[in-house]
């Protein structure tokens, strides 16, 4: 395990240079935030209704009463409107987006979710493929190749005339920008000593929230959704001008020997499944935290600020903590708030103030970003450098899983959406068990091998004396700790 430190002695230490180096991988965490934030403006549907059509009031696709002469094309009672949609204002700041484009309101509805988890499951296999492709490849060649896809993709999008291929296209652009952001993320944790690991992480995280808060603005200025996809992908191209400095190279280590009989590997099948489990729940309940939130439908910003906002703040939160308690410690006591505000919303949400259910929905929304964001950072501080992009790859790519699950339940009317608060508040509670067996990795170098991993990973319940490094909620190092560890490893 102290390989790593040895080639930082090596080359210097995380001096002037390397420390330069990693905070200029925060610019392009700007450009990859404005194309990601991206999807929630192209998705915003603004005030409608059907223009000049005499047999329709000038009301939202509600079913309607017709007179006897006018024929009826569907069973509801609603019938396609013969005369165009007018849309009252802009979506977004965008007068034309492909929702006001393609008028997919009302019959066509369905189109949007659609699109939305066309776009998630994109980022989901972007992270699963590419995050292999790291550990394979190279961090430099995954953030290459995932920019130059990205920026061509953009072009498509932006030249793009039907609804498939707009589909098609999104998919593949949405793999390969988080493609890019998850190998940078990986380069600038492996660039960094372990003292500096958080405060670059959370930096990276902070800039991504300037591109989210920037996308309105760039939006007012081009009020076309297809002007803003073109600039969107020369944002993505000028990072191109950044891989020779901003993404170093891993070179990943041999791949080991076969482990042998004693070796504690069910604790990092624990780590494995942990991780994703956290991802999961943080980014299905969000959505719940938004519904209490904002019951009626809300007007774009409200939301939209109020969740990066809350971003920003859990960064700074983790900034604050995460070094001074432990990694652990905070992911489980924001794990147990994500469990405290579910429980109270579905339990007393009809018989709380209003003002109650406000502080909850805030303080929901504000822990699941926090378990997010540090679920991202100690799983990739866990994961041996062998398999650190992959198993990073499939812990967002669960996150995104779980944001799915809103937009098809948005597809069938937002039928089950309640049942879908209580899975997502069950399975909180049983992550909130297995935080308590996961390892402390504040202060340690990054395992390289899967051996390295497993005496990091070992069971802090199941076995040891009082005094090991590893029984929960404990500092991450005590004297003969790792002297004993060396000795059963």
């Given at each position: 395990m102290e390989h790593e430190a040895r080639v930082l002695r090596l080359a210097g230490g995380f001096g002037r240079a390397r420390c330069l180096l990693a905070a200029a991988s925060w610019l392009p965490c700007v450009a990859l935030g404005l194309a990601l934030g991206s999807e929630l403006l192209l998705t915003a549907l603004p005030a409608h209704h059907c223009g000049s059509d005499p047999a329709r009031a000038p009301s939202t696709c509600l079913p309607l009463s017709y007179p006897e002469s006018v024929p009826r094309?569907?069973?509801?009672?609603?019938?396609?409107?013969?005369?165009?949609?007018?849309?009252?204002?802009?979506?977004?700041?965008?007068?034309?987006?492909?929702?006001?484009?393609?008028?997919?309101?009302?019959?066509?509805?369905?189109?949007?979710?659609l699109e939305q988890v066309d776009h998630l499951l994109g980022r989901l296999l972007g992270c699963v493929l590419l995050g292999l492709g790291c550990d394979w490849f190279g961090r430099r060649a995954v953030f290459v190749g995932s920019l130059v896809l990205a920026t061509g993709l953009g072009v498509g999008e932006a030249l793009v005339a039907s609804f498939p291929a707009l589909l098609t296209l999104r998919l593949l652009r949405g793999g390969a920008l988080a493609g890019a952001s998850l190998a940078l993320y990986v380069a600038r944790l492996e660039l960094c000593d372990p003292p500096n690991r958080l405060a670059f992480s959370m930096g990276a995280g902070l800039f991504s929230v300037v591109g989210t808060l920037l996308l309105p603005g760039l939006a007012l200025l081009a009020q076309d959704w297809q002007l803003l996809q073109g600039l969107s992908a020369l944002a993505t191209g000028l990072l191109l001008l950044f891989?020779?400095?901003?993404?170093?190279?891993?070179?990943?280590?041999?791949?080991?020997?076969?482990?042998?009989?004693?070796?504690?590997?069910h604790t990092r099948h624990l780590e494995e499944r942990t991780h994703p489990g956290l991802q999961l729940i943080s980014g299905g309940i969000r959505a719940s935290f938004l519904h209490s939130l904002v019951p009626s439908e809300p007007s774009f910003y409200w939301p939209y600020f109020l969740a990066a906002g809350l971003e920003a703040a859990a960064t700074v939160f983790l900034l604050l903590t995460a070094d001074l308690w432990g990694r652990r410690s905070v992911l489980l006591l924001s794990t147990l708030v994500l469990v405290l505000a579910s429980q109270l919303l579905l339990a007393g949400a009809q018989y709380l103030p209003s003002w109650m259910v406000l502080f909850l929905s805030v303080l929901g929304l504000l822990a699941s970003q926090t378990v997010s964001a540090l679920s991202s950072l100690f799983s990739a501080e866990i994961f041996p450098t062998v398999i650190r992009g992959a198993g990073l790859g499939l812990v967002l790519g669960a996150g995104f899983l779980g944001q799915a699950a809103v937009p098809l339940t948005t597809m069938h009317g937002r039928h089950g959406f309640f049942l879908q608060h209580v899975l997502f508040a069950s399975f909180a509670l049983l992550a909130l068990l297995c935080v308590l067996l996961l390892p402390e990795s504040r202060g340690r170098t990054l395992p390289q091998s899967l051996q390295e991993a497993d005496r990091l990973c070992r069971s802090p319940l199941l076995r040891g004396c009082p005094r090991q490094d590893l029984l929960p909620l404990l500092p991450a190092s005590l004297p003969g700790a790792g002297t004993q560890l060396a000795q059963e490893g």
């Open positions: 094309a569907g069973s509801d009672g609603a019938r396609p409107c013969s005369r165009g949609w007018y849309y009252a204002q802009p979506a977004a700041d965008l007068l034309r987006s492909p929702v006001t484009q393609r008028n997919l309101v009302c019959e066509d509805g369905w189109k949007v979710p891989w020779g400095a901003g993404c170093a190279v891993r070179r990943t280590p041999p791949a080991p020997a076969p482990l042998s009989p004693g070796a504690p590997a």
